[in-house]
């Protein structure tokens, strides 16, 4: 797994209860465009709170990555399936 830019880390990538997540968080106070860059395809991807509510949030799937923007210092986690 690849995440981009720089100011972007990687948090946690797991399964729970059969679906994968990912979270992300922005490490700098730059907002900004990240990207996401799976070992696999995914055919749908949703912003989820910590309690695993959607959040409505433009994002991109296309094939093995995920775009979206990025606030300062925000923590965005990820479900994909």
């Not at 797994?1 to 968080?25: C, I, K």
Request: without cysteine; aromatic residues 8%.
């Amino acid at each position: 797994m690849e995440v981009a830019p720089g100011n972007v880390q990687l948090s946690a990538f797991y399964q729970d209860n059969g679906r994968q997540l990912v979270r992300v968080y922005e490490s700098t106070g730059i907002a900004g465009h990240a990207v996401i860059r799976l070992p696999f395809e995914t055919a749908a991807v949703t912003e989820v709170d910590f309690n695993g509510k959607p959040i409505n949030r433009k994002l991109a799937a296309r094939g093995t990555q995920l775009e979206f923007e990025i606030r300062p210092w925000e923590i965005v986690t990820l479900e994909m399936s």
